[in-house]
């Protein structure tokens, strides 16, 4: 069963890199061709990449440690967000504190206050307290649920990282080295793969790029989940199910057939398919006002624009 397909990173823009001045040499072995001054990545090495990813995280998973899904740019969140909910794992989309790794005993005093919060505003605590306490209580759990509330039941360390967009995440990508746990990022042009375990060159900017990716992560979580309850059932003495039926949303060996990278690279890079990448940049929503959208503004995909 194929993770991904060529079609896949294709329509989702994987290979739109960035504009060729703002490229990261280091990146240089990623990179297949240019087109209208853009950088196009080679996706025969985007898929192998997955692959490897892939199985560091279900092999990580599968000895019984945790994946954390780091993406605060705007583009990342929902995507972060709702499929580390669908795998079960922890995520931090809003903005990464200092010391999340580092620190981690700090934090999970944070951790602990926030469930005291949350507690104090269930068990009837708020109703012996004054209107002026019971604000300043609920403005400090708002904040701690908007930076803390997808790690809120991690109790120790992640086994692996998974980010989106290792220039961003910087702080994130330091702190791990230090604690020595592996990283899976996903690298754009302009980053630097050295120094991250599982290198994913594609688009970090695109939503439906980051979509792919953060679905395909979630995929190898419940892959290595449905492993263990496998193991589990037949020490049980039931008899073993199908694997297919367990595996969630694998492709077709049709659909991995050996393609064209070349023809495949070229139809999807016309200046009507840039200009309909460019489009999945920018969130349709609305940013708060204290936010600032993160959008890298060089990635202009058509001549015109």
């Not at 001045?21 to 072995?29: G, H």
């Not at 994946?67 to 989309?93: D, H, P, S, W």
């Not at 690298?187 to 290198?199: F, K, L, Q, R």
């Not at 439906?208 to 496998?230: K, P, Q």
């Amino acid at each position: 069963m194929a993770v991904v397909t060529m079609k896949n990173l294709l329509e989702s823009g994987v290979h739109f890199g960035h504009q060729v001045k703002r490229w990261d040499p280091r990146m240089k072995k990623y990179i297949f061709a240019e087109r209208n001054g853009i950088h196009i990545i080679d996706l025969q090495k985007t898929i192998q990449a997955i692959k490897d990813a892939y199985e560091a995280v279900r092999r990580t998973v599968a000895a019984g440690k945790t994946v954390l899904f780091v993406g605060t740019k705007k583009q990342a969140q929902q995507a972060i967000q709702k499929e580390a909910e669908r795998c079960g794992m922890y995520y931090v989309n809003n903005r990464w504190l200092g010391g999340m790794l580092t620190n981690f005993v700090t934090i999970k005093k944070s951790l602990l206050r926030l469930k005291k919060l949350e507690k104090m505003e269930v068990d009837g605590t708020f109703e012996n307290l004054t209107k002026k306490e019971v604000a300043a209580l609920g403005k400090e759990r708002a904040k701690l649920q908007k930076n803390l509330g997808g790690i809120k039941e991690m109790k120790e360390l992640p086994g692996i990282l998974f980010i989106i967009d290792t220039r961003m995440e910087a702080i994130a990508v330091a702190e791990a080295q230090r604690q020595g746990i592996p990283i899976a990022a996903v690298v754009d042009t302009n980053c630097n793969p050295d120094g991250i375990d599982y290198p994913i060159p594609g688009n970090d900017d695109a939503i439906r790029a980051i979509t792919l990716f953060t679905s395909i992560i979630a995929n190898a979580v419940i892959e290595a989940d449905n492993e263990v309850g496998l193991k589990i059932i037949e020490t049980l003495g039931d008899e073993d199910e199908d694997m297919e039926s367990l595996l969630t949303d694998a492709s077709s060996k049709e659909d991995d057939q050996e393609v064209d990278i070349a023809a495949a690279i070229e139809k999807y890079s016309s200046p009507e398919t840039m200009m309909e990448a460019q489009k999945d940049e920018i969130p349709t929503e609305e940013p708060e006002q204290e936010d600032h959208i993160q959008v890298d503004e060089d990635k202009i995909y058509g001549e015109d624009a």
